[in-house]
């Protein structure tokens, strides 16, 4: 089955710094990747999304990128604010009628 | 509209009740999920519901019993829960389309069993 792994755990940045997470995927066939925002005490958020046809998909200050000969995908966070502190989770799944496989999970505080 | 309706928000059981969660869409979607999360972790599919047809089941105990009443509702029948089954339960749906299926997460519903 699938693998996905991601890094780092924690990170912590200042206000206005960038933040990227990583994660790597093991099964080739795996074609779209979600990246999940949660908050405490609340349900994971789809927050962006990039498919396996495309290398790069921004959304104001999130982007995500895919590597798919490496088998790896990113998350950055650029201007980070307070309110983007929360753990984030990356997935990866082979689309119609596949699960989902979650990353471990990143916990990010952004420090005022 | 991307919202997934889950209740109650709380719920606090002892060992040998019975209780539902309950959890409802109305995007369309025609498949639903339950997922169980504990602190710190990734959540973990449990169920997974089809066209109202049970597709996936994780090897989960029988004492979690999963209904799915129409295209819009998913249940979770609890019964004779252990303290280790305390957990935040989490129901998706899920939008396929051109070979991919986008999901999206309901609130959970935070489960202490005593």
């Known amino acids: 089955g699938e693998n996905v792994e991601q890094h780092p755990s924690t990170l912590s940045v200042q206000e206005g710094d960038s933040a990227v997470i990583k994660c790597t995927y093991s099964?080739?066939?795996?074609?779209?990747f979600p990246w999940y925002k949660q908050e405490l005490g609340k349900g994971p958020q789809l927050i962006i999304d990039i498919r396996s046809n495309v290398g790069e998909k921004k959304d104001q200050r999130i982007a995500v990128t895919l590597n798919k000969t490496a088998k790896h995908f990113s998350l950055h966070i650029t201007e980070t604010q307070p309110e983007d502190s929360a753990v984030y989770f990356c997935?990866?799944?082979?689309?119609?009628?596949?699960?989902?496989?979650f990353g471990t999970g990143t916990s990010l505080t952004v420090i005022p | 509209d991307t919202e997934v309706t889950q209740t109650p928000k709380h719920l606090v059981m002892g060992m040998t009740n019975k209780k539902s969660l309950k959890c409802e869409q109305h995007m369309g979607h025609r498949a639903m999920y339950w997922y169980k999360q504990k602190a710190k972790k990734p959540p973990e599919l449990m169920f997974v519901y089809s066209y109202e047809k049970l597709s996936i089941n994780e090897s989960v105990p029988s004492r979690f019993s999963p209904e799915c009443p129409n295209s819009s509702l998913l249940n979770l029948h609890l019964h004779a829960l252990q303290p280790e089954d305390s957990a935040l339960y989490l129901c998706a749906s899920s939008q396929e389309g051109r070979g991919l299926r986008v999901e999206y997460f309901g609130p959970g519903t935070r489960l202490t069993v005593t």
């Open positions: 997935a990866a799944s082979k689309g119609t009628g596949n699960q989902f496989y």
């Open positions: 099964d080739s066939a795996s074609n779209y």
